[in-house]
């Protein structure tokens, strides 16, 4: 029993390393090979709240179950609550294997829920598929860790899939994670903004903060690439604070130089949600700028509402029940459902860019917009259409019964200081 872990009998890591080299180093290649990394989430809570004895208990169990299944070569623990494995199979046999993995991950979650029910007992796990025998163990392992992490929380993925996509989310996260803090400190990062314009009126109705950051060459980073990242590493949260505080305090300038002020909109974050006291904390700042909620609306994904909806929802009741408006944002990007439109306490639905362009080039998909278009009429909800791109996509929701636009029909998202001079005019005297 040298060279075991205590508690669950494993190898220790260093050994791990080295019999795993020595295996893979003669593995057959006609058979295939995955290493598994796991890890509890939220392990301090559970020990913090059951006690350390507990928190033991629960590793060996997994230590057991990930160990004893037929095709584990070897397993160690490295540390704490994580366990790693190296796992044989036959060519054929992981397609099968993947359903067998989760469903070994959901049975070890549901034996333990009795017994550890004032947390959830959650796993995050990674598996990094080995298609060449000749890579170092140890970056094997840095890749199941790495798609073990993208999981983290996420309580809807049974487990991820080590991908190059996620290497490269990776890369961009050492490299952009740096730029934002920076830009963060410094008070460099830009917040822009694209108008709303509702046809009827012939003029902007409203208006959404955009943020772009620049890099060290000087080339602006579009969100689409740091926003991803940042969600990732829960920086997004310091990022959306950034943007609604330059948007109130905007805000309470153009009240203060008696301008025609209109809505702007935030885009929040899905993991806001899972701050108890988000509302409070709005509500606080917000109170610092002596302005009217009804100059501001916060734009939440579609994806909010599927998870812990119950939670979420009370706090987007919160919102609006101080006067904020909400948005659903990119509605019909995902999988959205009719069902939820009915449930949502929102005040207004963001119809997706693509959801638009695909669905107004075919007959069946003009019918379904047209449809969705009546039906939020019906029940009273506004609704804003995205990325209109043509005077002829204009017109075809126009017609439907969609007033609002955004699309760079009308501008792409600029600068504050250009769309204060072209939209946010002085009233008047
Ligand atoms: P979004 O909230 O759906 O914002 C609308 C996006 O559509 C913007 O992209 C805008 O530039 C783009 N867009 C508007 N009109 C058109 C059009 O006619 N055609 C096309 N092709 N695109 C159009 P952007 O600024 O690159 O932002 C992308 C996404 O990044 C946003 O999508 C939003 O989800 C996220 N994002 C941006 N800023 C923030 C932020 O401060 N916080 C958070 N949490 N997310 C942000
Ligand atoms: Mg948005
Ligand atoms: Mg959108």
New binding site residues.
Partial sequence: MDNKDKLTGLYLFDDFIDRASVFLAKADPNKFYVLISTDFSKFKYINRVYGYGAGDRLIKDLADVFASQTQCIMACRPYSDHVIGLYQFEKDEWKSQKEVLKKLQEDFCKQHKAEYSKTSVHLNTGVCVIDDFDEQITSIIDKANIARRSVKGNYSIPFAMYTKKLQELKEAESRLIPIFEKALENDEILV?M?PKISVTKGKICGA????RLIDDDGNIV???IF?PVLENSGK?LD??WY?MKHVFRKIQEWVAEGRDVVTVSI???KIHFYHDSLVEDIIEEFEKYNISPDYVEF?VTESVFFEESELIIDKIEKLRAYGFKISV??FGAGYSSLNLIGILPVDIIKLD?GFIKNSLNNRKGMDIIKGLIRILNEIEMDIVC????TKDEERVVYEFGCDSM????YD??IPIGDFESKYILRKAI
């Fill in positions: 822009y694209q959404e903060a955009l943020t579009p969100p689409d926003i997004v990022l959306d943007v885009n929040l974050s734009e944002d990119d860019k995205e990325g209109i791109e955004q699309g760079f029909l792409k998202p």
